[in-house]
């Protein structure tokens, strides 16, 4: 299972590469793309957003040095135990999951199983009742507080069950699977996309994970698995297409975005209009909406009069439950997403900002860039330990920070909802205690 050193280097660099241009391209369509952003000083937004991604650059190279050394490390045997270890913890997963499936379809969808014809026939219209429902009050929150209790566990499942795929009895696959569609199907039946499209961008990562580790033994012909990728991708696009057009407000449909403060239309007379189908064109819009306006939140904050809110502020999880600590509305509020509200309308939770104001929350903006390049450290050093020692933290850790980089022109995503913040730091939690706990153990 082991790969020569300069092999382990271009997997390793290979999401950085990826990474990289995909933000490139969202920068390209931010400016070019069918939104008309009034941007006030776009050579201070551009700068901005090219000087990040130098910053994950850097801190992605910085972790080459620790990489090397696992490799000089570690080997087959570490591997097989780590692979063990890995299986045991997605066994008591499997159980946390499937006692949790009822109650989360509950807090989730307001049924005891998910109405998935309803969220493939109309997603646009279960979206907007199922948002309504949980506006009202969800009589089922507490369930939620469990999940974050175990969101190492509840998180593991899926990435796990992709690397490890080639070790595993038939029952555990059969209990995986199931435990995986049903999450999925949730997602489908409230009309969200976030949890197929999450699906989606790190299944190809997890299977590159898998097979560049050793582990992962496709039986399939490698065409075939791209043929099944692009089949899922088109068949995502459909029902995000789908459900673009019932959102309401007209934002699919008619090209139309309202900021809370003014309206923009999409600018028809866009290059790409004349090679798109109406169909198409709704999908195009609509992808460019969603990576544009965060870009756009963040042109508007550079110039907001804000004050640090202490660790708090960079995620709303953080931030609700730090106001009902201290009995205050300080951290959402004077988050800079807070303030962005109050000054323009910008919506705090209906809108996006990209990643960089809710960190610029409790750093500052050019904070912002090294707390960014420390996340990028922490990917680099997780894929790479994850090719190494295919050690199931390590995984899980890789996963969620795939996910991160992903959602950088959105938000800063892990750390939004309570399970993912706290799956993550369980995770470096543990990896801290590992790493000091044998320091002590051979130190004796």
Known sequence: MNVDLNTLRAKWLAPLIFFEFYLALTIFFFFFGPWPWNVDSPVLLGTYL???????????????????????????????ENIILG?????????????????????????????????????????????????????????????????????????????????????????????????LSIYLATGTNKGLADFLITLPWLIYLGTSAGVLRLKI???????????????????FGMGQVQREGGV????????GLDIITANTSNIAFEFLSN????????LTRYIGQ????????FDLDHSSTFGFGHSIFLARNA?????????????????????????????????????????????????????????????GSALVSLAPRWIILSYLLIILFYYIPANNQIFQTGETFS?????????????????FSTSR
């Not at 300080?330 to 303030?339: A, H, N």
């Not at 919506?347 to 860039?369: E, K, Q, R, T, V």
């Open 323 to 383: 106001d009902v600590f201290f009995d205050t509305n300080k951290f959402t509020t004077t988050s800079i997403p807070g303030l962005l509200e109050v000054k323009t309308g910008w919506g705090m939770l209906s809108l996006w900002h990209s990643i960089y104001p809710w960190l610029a929350s409790d750093f500052g903006f050019i904070g912002a860039l090294f707390v960014l390049a420390t996340l990028s450290y922490l990917f680099s050093l997780s894929w």
């Open 87 to 183: 299986i045991v913890f997605l066994r008591r997963a499997l159980i946390v999951t499937f006692i949790l499936l009822i109650p989360t379809s509950l807090s989730r969808t307001g049924s005891v199983l998910p109405d998935i014809v309803a969220g493939l026939v109309d997603p646009g219209t279960v979206y907007n009742q199922n948002f309504q429902r949980l506006e009202n009050g969800n009589a089922f929150v507490f369930v939620e507080y469990f999940r974050i209790l175990f969101s190492h566990l509840l998180v593991g499942i899926y990435p796990l069950v992709i690397v490890y795929w080639s070790r595993l009895s038939r029952k555990v696959r059969f209990f995986s699977l199931f435990a995986i569609s049903f999450n």
């Open 294 to 301: 965060g870009y756009y939140a963040l042109s508007m904050s």
């Open 221 to 239: 012909h490698r065409y075939i698995g791209i043929i099944g990728l692009v089949v899922s991708f088109i068949t995502f696009m459909y029902l």
């Open 423 to 439: 799956a993550f730091f369980i995770l470096l939690i543990s990896i801290f205690l590992q790493k000091h706990l044998s320091f």
């Open 50 to 80: 090219v000087a990040a991604q130098v910053f994950i650059g850097l801190g992605y190279f910085s972790a080459w040095r620790k990489i090397r050394l696992k490799y000089d490390i570690d080997n087959t045997a570490v591997k097989n």
């Open 279 to 286: 169909d198409l064109i709704i999908i195009y819009q609509s």
């Open 252 to 259: 699919g449909e008619q090209g139309i975005f309202n900021t």
